[in-house]
């Protein structure tokens, strides 16, 4: 018999991840609330089409794989977007009273008695309506994965959910860990390679501070880029870091005999040291080009994008966004080694042009929150061959962003766009409170809402032909401190900045190196970052949400978007001609579809870039002036 070690025989036994939040009552509320979204969205991106008895709606049909039948009421709205109501699923199938099945016999399965059932489970309708969705196997088998992490989120969510009068007491950072994720994607909390406790550690919803370790990169594999203000790194890292930290970190690297002023220091998000940077970069681990170090004591919180996290011990320090090389959200949510090294330049020429501009800085006030440093570590190998999955050429790097905080002037309070679609337990809206709470009309308060929001976008887009995506976790609403919509603040430049592909009089002054790394777009497409960012992305969730609890029809909701619009070309007649160019109000748009991405496209197989959200068809524009918005 082997003899094992005396550490062996008095180690402690392995204790399992607990969950308690996962019980059935809870697990089925949540997955009746995931079948209907899923359900809506891809009747929306037309993966399916539901029929209806007549014209007029209402109650629809969806045909499954096996000859059964699930029949929903639901409500179409702006850009042929479905609502469905979780509560109105039911499966229909059809029986005989004894005898063969009705296929086998040739009975008409509309002429047989039906039975009805409850139908709540999204993982089973995946599974018995796979070949009418046009998934293959492959795709089936990592998308029921995927939506399973999404639903054991969602019931975590729901077992700590506060009210709304609560979150509204929340900050920022706070605030991000109550959230529910993207509206449009099914499958928005997927995580491919967390584990369970992974998660519990690690994933917003889990509210969990964590001090993040640093290591040291030789500058052999590592460049440093940053605006001028923070030219060199040790102007970053008298930010970042305490004294006896910086000390410490000098202090580990010379007894190994090395040189402090030949490393860069940056911090890792401990599962991706353990999964990624440890069995990838061995070799240079092995050689002292990367040297684990300690963590630093401040408290920091990752916020929704999962790989943000931002510092609660110390406002005034940076965001750092960090590589976390798991699947989630379409891509793997690592940092490209070229576009981190060019978020500074890129937040130096978008900065400059808002400070430039009387009616940017001065009249919006809009907070750019620049990606103002970053260090970016190539591999050896995998940046080097074209034909590498990308996630490969993504692994180490890190980037500081500017911390929102010490922008909010004295009252102001900052949420994501995102948070006005929450709904909590007992079915209030955030935005309901937020309403009641300023003590303006619903009418009033959404006016100052998209006065706050669509100006700054629009002028960014007339006058400079360049787009944000403002979707709910990029752009940030500033409220005053009775809770009304004052300002725009706007994050992650460098994934989601595009330019016009047509030169333009304002892109003469733009840096190569900013131009090289911005994508670029027609001016016809240019539009649909805010389309599909902002009015597909939250409004369309937005609005029926403001006619639900607020008593503000959809028709107006829309209306009142319009007229914002309008009122910016009023503003400037002299940009008449780009307003022709960027036609926002045109009678349709093209139809981009994010969940089609994942069934159809791209599915889960690995690829030498990013992939983009699929187009399918197009859309109605309810801004366009002819638009019928029902009332």
Not at 20 to 39: F, N
Not at 75 to 89: K, P, T
Not at 96 to 116: I, M
Request: glycine residues 6%.
């Amino acid at each position: 018999m082997p003899k094992y070690p005396a550490s062996h025989d008095s180690a402690e036994p392995y204790a399992l991840h607990s969950t308690p939040e996962l019980h059935r009552t809870g697990w089925d509320r949540a997955a009746a609330r995931l079948l209907a979204k899923m359900l809506g969205e891809f009747a929306y991106e037309e993966v399916i089409a539901p029929t209806a008895p007549d014209e007029a709606g209402g109650t629809y049909s969806l045909p499954l794989d096996d000859g059964a039948t699930l029949c929903f009421r639901a409500r179409r709205g702006v850009y042929g977007s479905w609502c469905v109501d979780a509560g109105s699923i039911v499966e229909r199938e059809a029986v005989a009273a004894g005898g063969p099945a009705p296929e086998q016999a040739g009975v008409r399965t509309a002429e047989l008695p039906a039975v009805e059932r409850p139908f709540r489970d999204p993982l089973q309708f995946l599974a018995r309506a796979h070949r009418l969705l046009g998934i293959d196997g492959a795709t089936l088998g990592h998308l029921i994965r995927e939506l399973t992490n999404t639903l054991a989120a969602d019931v975590r969510l729901d077992h700590t959910a506060l009210s709304a009068a609560r979150l509204a007491e929340l900050d920022y950072a706070e605030l991000e860990g109550h959230q529910t994720g993207h509206p449009w994607l099914v499958a928005n909390k997927g995580r491919l390679g967390f584990s369970a406790e992974d998660a519990a550690r690690f994933a917003p919803e889990a509210r969990r501070a964590v001090r993040l370790p640093w290591i040291a990169v030789s500058t052999r594999i590592a460049g440093y880029r940053a605006v001028p203000r923070l030219a060199t790194p040790d102007h970053l890292y008298a930010q970042e870091l305490d004294p006896s930290v910086r000390a410490s970190f000098a202090a580990a690297l010379r007894t190994r005999g090395l040189d402090p002023l030949e490393y860069l220091f940056l911090p890792v998000h401990p599962w991706q040291w353990d999964e990624w940077i440890v069995p990838h970069f061995a070799p240079a681990i092995a050689d002292g080009d990367i040297v684990p170090l300690h963590a630093d004591d401040d408290l920091r919180l990752p916020q929704q994008s999962i790989r943000t996290f931002t510092n609660v011990a110390r406002k005034d320090r940076h965001t750092v966004k960090l590589p976390l090389s798991i699947l989630n959200t379409l891509v793997w949510r690592g940092l490209p080694t070229e576009r981190t090294l060019a978020a500074p330049a890129v937040t130096a020429w978008v900065q400059g042009r808002c400070e430039s501009d009387p009616f940017l800085r001065d009249t919006c006030g809009v907070i750019l929150l620049g990606e103002v440093a970053s260090v970016a570590v190539e591999h050896p190998l995998y940046d080097r061959l074209p034909e590498t999955p990308y996630q490969f050429k993504e692994i180490l790097g890190a980037i500081w962003r500017e911390p929102l905080d010490p922008r909010l002037a004295p009252g102001e309070r900052a949420r994501t766009l995102a948070s006005l679609l929450h709904t909590d337990p007992q079915g209030r809206a955030f935005v309901a409170e937020l309403v009641a709470r300023s003590g303006l009309t619903p009418t009033a308060w959404l006016t100052r809402l998209f006065a706050a929001m669509l100006p700054p976008l629009l002028h960014f887009l007339y006058r400079y032909g360049t787009v944000f995506s403002p979707h709910g976790e990029n752009a940030i609403v500033v409220f005053d401190d009775q809770d009304v919509p004052v300002r725009l603040a706007i994050k992650d430049f460098v994934d989601d900045v595009n330019i016009s592909a047509q030169p333009l009089p304002e892109h003469d002054s733009m840096p190569e190196d900013v131009r090289r790394i911005l994508l670029t777009e027609s001016p016809s497409f240019l539009t649909q970052f805010i389309h599909s960012g902002l009015f597909v992305g939250v409004f369309r969730y937005l609005s029926p949400l403001c006619e639900e609890q607020l008593g503000v029809p959809e028709g107006e909701f829309w209306s009142l978007v319009r007229a914002e619009i309008l009122r910016h070309h009023a503003r400037f007649p002299e940009l008449k001609d780009r307003f022709e160019m960027f036609d926002m109000l045109t009678p349709r748009i093209e139809r981009l579809c994010l969940n089609r991405n994942r069934l159809h496209l791209d599915g889960y197989r690995d690829r030498p870039r990013r992939p983009h959200a699929a187009v399918h068809g197009t859309v109605p524009n309810p801004l366009h002036p002819t638009a019928r918005v029902r009332e």
